[in-house]
C-alpha cells in the first residue's frame, strides 16, 4: 500500500453539477495543497519543467509553497505564465509536466497543475501585490486575436516596456477562454482577471474589431513596428453528411459560444439558442466533452457521444470523459455517422459499427465500416465537434501571406510569417490545439519581436 498518494482535489456531486454552471472542480483544501507540495522531490534536473511548453519553474514555485509564500509562488510563476489560474485547470498536465514527474510510479505524479491552480487563485482572493507598470518604450506591436497565444505574446512584451495593442473581433478579450471553454471548467472572471492584470502592465485591448476586414494588416504595419497574428482556429468543420443542413444541427464551435460568451444558459439573456430532450454529439474530444456536458446543462435527458474509434483512443482528457460519464452521457464508441435524417428538423442520425482494422505509418490504428451494423439513434439536436480551421479571412485579405493548403500560416523557427515584421502563433499555425501549447507559441514569438528590439539583453 503506498503511503504518500497523490491528493485530491474537492469536487461538486456529479448529482448536483449536472444541473448547475458552476465549477466543478472547486480545488486544493490549503492542508491538500500543503501535502501535495510536500509529496515533491524538488529534483535538481527537475525533469518536470521538459514538459512545460512555457518552461516554469516548477520545483521552485511548489517549494514557496510548501512553504507558504504565496506571494512568491505566485510571482514565480507568472515570471513565466501570464495564465496560471487558465492553465492550473485546462492544462493537460498528465501529457506534459506530470508525464515526467518521478513519481509517476509512487503514488502518482505531482499534482502540478492544481498546485498552480491554488497559488493563482489565493493571489486573485487574498490582496494580490499589483504588478508594477514598466517604463514605456517607443516600441509598439499589434496583436490580433485575444485568445491564449496573443495573451501569452502581449504579456511577455509589455513587460519590457513594449506598447502592446490587443485587437479582438469579438465584445469580449479572451477568445477560446471565453467563447469555447464551459464556466462550470473555467469561470469567465478567472479569465477577466487575469486580462485585467495584463492591462496593469499596460496592454490596450480594443474589442468589436475584425482584422481583414476592420483593418487590413498592411493598415497596422504602417503604424506599428510589428503585428503578431494569434487569430485562432474558430471555424468549424462538418463531414458533409446527408441532413447536415437539417434544423438543430449546430457546430460545437456556435453552440458553445451562444452559451458561454453570448449566456443563453441564463434567464436574463434573449441569446437564443435550441433546448432539446435527446442530443448527439459527433467527436469525442475535449470539446465534445464540453458540449455534451453543457447540453445536459440546459436541460437535455439524455445526451450521447458518438465516436469512430475505441474507448482508448478518445483524444479527450480523461478526466473529462471521466466527469461526462460521471453526469451521465452515454458513450457509442465504434460507431461513425452516416447520415442525419428528420423532414425540416432533425430527428435522428443514423450510424454504422466500426472495428479496428489496422495501424498506419503514424501508429495511428485505422478503422473500417462493418457492412450492414446501421443503427439508428433518435434525437433533436446534432452537434458536430469533429474538429475546427482557421478562419480565413486574415489570409484572403493580407497579400503574400503564406499559408498552407489547410489554411494554417507559415512560420519560421523563430515564428516569422512571410511577411516582414509579421509573426504568428497558437492554433492559427498549428490547427486546433491546447491553450499551453498556444501560450508558448506566443511567447516563443514575443522574444523573436524582442530581439528585433534589441530588449533580451
Known amino acids: 500500500m503506498n503511503k504518500n498518494p497523490r491528493n485530491h482535489p474537492v469536487e461538486q456531486d456529479p448529482a448536483v453539477r449536472r444541473n448547475n454552471f458552476e465549477e466543478v472542480c472547486q480545488g486544493f483544501t490549503h492542508e491538500a495543497m500543503l501535502a501535495e507540495a510536500d509529496r515533491c522531490l524538488h529534483c535538481k534536473a527537475a525533469p518536470c519543467r521538459k514538459g512545460c511548453p512555457v518552461g516554469v519553474d516548477i520545483p521552485g514555485f511548489i517549494d514557496l509553497l510548501k512553504k507558504e509564500d504565496m506571494q512568491g509562488a505566485i510571482d514565480t510563476i507568472k515570471r513565466y505564465n501570464a495564465l496560471p489560474a487558465v492553465c492550473g485547470r485546462v492544462c493537460p498536465q498528465e501529457v ?24 493563482a487563485d489565493y493571489a486573485l482572493q487574498n490582496n494580490r501585490v499589483p504588478q508594477q507598470k514598466p517604463p514605456v518604450l517607443p ?22 516596456g513594449v506598447q502592446v495593442t490587443i485587437f479582438e473581433a469579438f465584445h469580449k478579450a479572451g477568445g477560446v477562454l471565453v ?6 471548467r473555467l469561470p469567465k472572471r478567472l479569465v477577466e482577471a487575469e486580462i485585467d492584470q495584463l492591462k496593469e502592465l499596460g496592454v490596450e485591448i480594443k474589442t468589436n ?73 459527433v467527436g469525442a474530444g475535449n470539446v465534445a466533452m464540453d458540449a455534451a456536458r453543457t447540453a445536459l446543462r440546459m ?65 495511428r490504428r485505422t478503422i473500417r465500416e ?27 485579405a493580407t497579400e503574400g501571406l503564406k499559408t498552407t493548403p489547410k489554411g494554417t500560416i507559415v512560420i519560421d523557427e523563430d515564428h516569422m510569417t512571410s511577411l516582414d515584421r509579421v509573426y504568428a502563433g497558437g492554433d492559427a499555425v498549428t490547427g486546433a490545439a491546447t491553450v499551453i501549447l498556444a501560450m508558448g507559441a506566443g511567447k516563443k514569438a514575443a522574444q523573436t519581436i524582442l530581439n528585433k528590439f534589441g530588449l533580451n539583453q
Do not use: W
Not at 434525437?379 to 486574415?394: Q, Y
Open 370 to 396: 462493418i457492412e450492414g451494423s446501421e443503427f439508428d439513434l433518435p434525437c433533436d439536436l446534432v452537434i458536430m465537434a469533429i474538429g475546427t480551421s482557421p478562419n480565413p479571412l486574415i489570409k484572403n
Open 139 to 160: 516600441y509598439k506591436v499589434a496583436i490580433a486575436g485575444s485568445g491564449p497565444s496573443s495573451l501569452a505574446c502581449a504579456g511577455e512584451l509589455a513587460r519590457k
Open 179 to 184: 467563447y469555447g471553454i464551459p464556466e462550470f
Open 299 to 363: 436541460g437535455s435527458k439524455e445526451v450521447f457521444i458518438v465516436y469512430r474509434r475505441a474507448r482508448e483512443d478518445v483524444p479527450a482528457r480523461y478526466e473529462e470523459v471521466e466527469h461526462a460519464e460521471q453526469e451521465g452521457v452515454k458513450m457509442h464508441f465504434l460507431s461513425s455517422p452516416v447520415a442525419i435524417f428528420g423532414e425540416k428538423q432533425v430527428e435522428g442520425i443514423r450510424c454504422i459499427r466500426t472495428e479496428i482494422d489496422s495501424v498506419d505509418e503514424n501508429g
Open 209 to 281: 474589431v475584425v482584422i481583414g476586414k476592420s483593418l487590413l494588416i498592411e493598415e497596422l504595419l504602417a503604424e506599428y513596428d510589428a503585428v503578431f497574428i494569434g487569430s485562432g482556429a474558430g471555424l468549424p468543420s462538418f463531414m458533409g453528411l446527408p441532413g447536415e443542413g437539417l434544423n438543430g444541427v449546430y457546430s460545437a464551435n456556435e453552440y458553445l459560444t451562444r452559451i458561454n460568451l453570448m449566456k443563453a444558459y441564463r434567464d436574463d439573456y434573449a441569446t437564443p439558442i435550441k433546448r432539446a430532450d435527446r442530443v448527439v454529439v
Open 96 to 119: 506534459q509536466c506530470e508525464k515526467y514527474c518521478v513519481r509517476q510510479k509512487s503514488g502518482g505524479a505531482v499534482a502540478i497543475g492544481l498546485l498552480e491552480r491554488y497559488a
